[in-house]
């Protein structure tokens, strides 16, 4: 794309850079016609579209390279090498083409088999189980499928599926040999299943259905002079109230997770991952999520024979193979990734946002049942667009990638689509659309209670990384409708989080009738200070906060990034010059919102401010009295150059002992050093400084690798109580610093534990209802050992 951007001439830049909304159609057409001239488009385009047959795609099947696979697996399957052995396995059914044959076998059938054997061999029975399925859906005349089927119902102690079969196996088997062998199997089973009774396994993989549903609150959309369109309810909502559920127009997997998360609902792979039947792009977590995104499944592709045909010594008709599917066959049918599955490049290649508009024009073609013309999506969708704010580069960059997706699309989904300025500037809008509008589907990515069993030991052997203990990662992309329509606030009365795709909205706070629903779009009060929030939220979504976090004086501001007064006794905190700016302006926005029809009541945090500064107006009466460099709350000058460089030096000393945590390596001098450092930061940053509670983390951190839960105790505390001042004591921040505290004191024995666990319980339940414990396995974790520590 960077080479098509330096081809463009100046005179088209030039309109680009000063083009608006009204421009495009004709803009879009003197681009589209000028790329159309270049061989170099051309070739992109053919790079990108080219079909398999013409040239190898990156998302092509392969025979030959799922061949070489499946024998290095084989050979790391026999060395003992189990886990490079998967990925083998793994790769080659991503690779293989449900056609392809080997000595007379479906290959694909066989790398199921193959891996279900290893499964097996790693203590992973249900995981071996439902590749035994997934291959006797293909292949139902295998009779190494129904062995090992046999086998792995033998170790879930589904004693009769297991001699059932085995027996189907047995009456399969051509040689004398193998039928021997089985009819040995046989005999040891025949006792248990006389004497037990088949218990039932539950061997699919269930689609997470939503437990509680929206209370009956009517939402309604509003139009602010200062924030356009916003959502309120005209009654009072009480706290943790869910209000919205809604599923995603159109989704798309992040590339960086491509080859861990499910590329439908977007969860953590599990082991036996499913690749799609026609491309080897996406990986799927189970057959309903192959299924829901288009793709098709793997079901008797062996014309061979019939599953209920009766076989020569057989009594019985082989059973419905697919009773252990993880398919519904009453599932609506999503075709959003049908269009990219042809084997071509464009779909691993284009950033995220576009694949995302690529999904976005189907669906919407698809709904009006036209396939020539690209639909209104402004009017469509509704949603609000952000063109014209656009620096000059970006603007070129979505002109560019539009018409490049449309070309892409008419070669993969529909020849007889039309290509002109029109369609091109829908794009653009669209892809404008996207970058403003579209939410960030996250998970939480817990490495220490991943593996909830030993993951006390690991803690008190020092293993587990306690000050990092949870962490939220964006996986997808995704456009909602509704869930657009809620605007931004610093300091939200609404949270945002996801049970596979589907967006859940719940209250935080009481809400009284008519106050506007208000969402965070990335940076909160606690986080960032204001200056920050308000330069990103410029910078990424076009628009300059208003919200009560930025529209008033607060107190996590104001210390967040402050240095302390010199005069000890003070508790004066001393902004520099950006933060001072920032802060001063304050009452000019409170002014012009109070002018404004908002129905909002905000309440003062005076008493916590006077804590930190005497806080006056000018004498204009339009802006705060701060002067930077000096106390806030007595006067006394501060000397910043030299105070700065004092922190700067500190952190090498902590950042040196991260970076020896990080590596396992902590050297004799890390640890004091990092405690010498601590004490700087507190001569010289404010007592609520956010660098403060960092560095108290990291020294938790650092005790914890040491085993000394004890001092880590006390700096986890400390961390937690200058949060608890920025973020407030039941933000979902504290919920996740409260964990890591709860986890030290366990590790100790130490009955304080469970006031603790109970406030993690109460902020979760907060923030995400009776999804918490779903969504965040280790609180069952910590309830439990929390039990065990007080009996």
């Not at 004709?26 to 385009?45: E, R």
Request: aromatic share 8%; glycine share 4%.
């Amino acid at each position: 794309m960077e080479k098509l951007k330096c081809l463009v001439p100046e005179s088209l830049k030039r309109r680009v850079a000063e083009s608006s909304i009204d421009d495009l159609p004709s803009l879009s057409s003197s681009l589209l016609q000028y790329f159309l001239s270049l061989p170099q488009f051309h070739q992109l385009i053919s790079e990108l579209a080219a079909e398999p047959s013409t040239q190898a795609g990156l998302c092509a099947k392969n025979k030959g390279a799922a061949l070489e696979l499946k024998q290095k697996g084989n050979q790391c399957y026999s060395s003992g090498d189990h886990s490079q052995a998967l990925r083998c396995y793994s790769k080659a059914l991503r690779l293989s083409p449900i056609d392809a044959y080997e000595t007379g076998k479906n290959l694909v059938a066989t790398l199921y088999l193959n891996r279900a054997s290893l499964f097996h061999k790693m203590g992973l029975p249900m995981e071996s189980l439902r590749d035994c399925n997934r291959g006797l859906e293909i292949s139902p005349s295998y009779p190494k499928a129904w062995y090992r089927r046999g086998k792995v119902n033998a170790t879930l102690g589904n004693y009769k599926d297991a001699v059932h079969d085995l027996t189907v196996a047995k009456n399969m088997e051509t040689s004398l040999g193998g039928k021997k062998q089985i009819e040995s199997e046989l005999e040891i089973l025949a006792h248990d299943h006389e004497n037990k009774s088949a218990k039932p396994v539950h061997q699919s993989q269930k689609f997470v259905r939503i437990p509680d549903v929206p209370q009956q609150i009517k939402l309604q959309c509003v139009e602010t002079a200062d924030k356009g369109r916003g959502m309120i309810s005209q009654f009072d909502i009480p706290e943790a109230s869910l209000i919205h559920t809604e599923e995603p127009y159109a989704v798309v997997i992040l590339k960086q997770y491509r080859e861990t998360h499910c590329h439908y609902c977007l969860n953590e792979l599990p082991p036996d991952t499913i690749p799609c039947v026609s491309c080897s792009l996406p990986l799927y977590c189970s057959q309903h999520c192959q299924m829901q995104a288009g793709g098709q499944i793997h079901v008797n592709y062996s014309s061979k024979i019939n599953i209920h045909k009766k076989k020569p010594n057989c009594n019985e008709e082989y059973p419905d193979i697919t009773g252990g599917s993880d398919c519904d066959p009453k599932l609506n049918h999503i075709s959003e990734h049908k269009h990219e599955c042809q084997g071509v490049h464009w779909p691993a290649i284009l950033p995220s946002d576009v694949v995302l508009a690529g999904r976005v024009v189907v669906k919407s073609m698809e709904q009006k049942g036209k396939f020539t013309d690209v639909p209104n999506l402004s009017e469509f969708l509704g949603l609000c667009e952000s063109y014209s704010k656009m620096l000059p580069e970006s603007k070129l960059e979505l002109h560019i990638y539009s018409i490049v997706l449309l070309f892409c699309l008419q070669r993969s989904y529909s020849s007889e689509m039309s290509i002109n300025g029109n369609s091109t500037s829908q794009i653009v809008i669209l892809l404008s659309q996207i970058r403003v509008n579209s939410m960030a589907i996250v998970r939480m990515k817990s490495n220490d209670f991943h593996d909830q069993q030993d993951w006390f030991q690991k803690l008190s052997s020092g293993e587990a990384d306690v000050a990092s203990s949870v962490e939220q990662v964006r996986v997808g992309q995704a456009l909602y409708r509704a869930a657009s329509l809620f605007n931004h606030s610093c300091k939200p009365n609404i949270h945002a989080y996801y049970i596979s795709r589907s967006l859940l909205l719940r209250t935080t706070e009481f809400v009284a009738g008519g106050c506007p629903l208000e969402l965070s779009y990335g940076p909160q009060v606690g986080q960032w200070d204001c200056k920050d929030r308000l330069r990103f939220l410029e910078e990424e979504y076009f628009f300059r906060c208003w919200c009560r976090g930025c529209s008033k004086v607060n107190v996590s501001d104001l210390v967040i990034s402050g240095f302390c007064c010199v005069n000890p006794n003070c508790s004066g905190v001393v902004l520099d010059n950006l933060v001072a700016n920032c802060e001063k302006k304050k009452p000019n926005i409170l002014e012009t919102i109070s002018n404004e029809s908002h129905l909002q009541v905000y309440e003062s945090d005076d008493s916590d401010v006077k804590k930190v500064a005497h806080i006056s107006l000018d004498q204009t009466h339009s802006s705060l009295h701060i002067d930077p460099g000096y106390c806030l709350k007595c006067g006394s000058y501060c000397n910043f150059s030299s105070r700065s460089e004092e922190v700067k030096k500190a952190w090498i000393d902590l950042r040196r002992l991260q970076d020896s945590i990080a590596s396992k390596d902590m050297c004799s001098t890390s640890l004091p050093d990092a405690l010498r450092s601590l004490c700087i930061l507190r001569s010289v940053l404010h007592a609520y400084n956010k660098g403060i509670a960092e560095a108290e983390d990291i020294l938790a951190k650092a005790f914890c690798f040491i085993g000394d839960f004890q001092i880590a105790k006390v700096h986890c505390k400390s961390s937690i109580e200058i949060l608890e001042m920025l973020y407030g004591s039941n933000h979902i921040a504290i919920g996740n610093e409260l964990v890591k505290l709860s986890s030290i004191e366990l590790a100790l024995g130490d009955c304080t534990a469970v006031n603790n666990i109970n406030r993690v319980s109460a902020i979760f339940s907060k923030y995400y209802g009776p999804h918490a414990a779903t969504i965040f396995p280790y609180l069952l974790v910590l309830e439990r050992e929390s039990c065990r520590v007080v009996s």
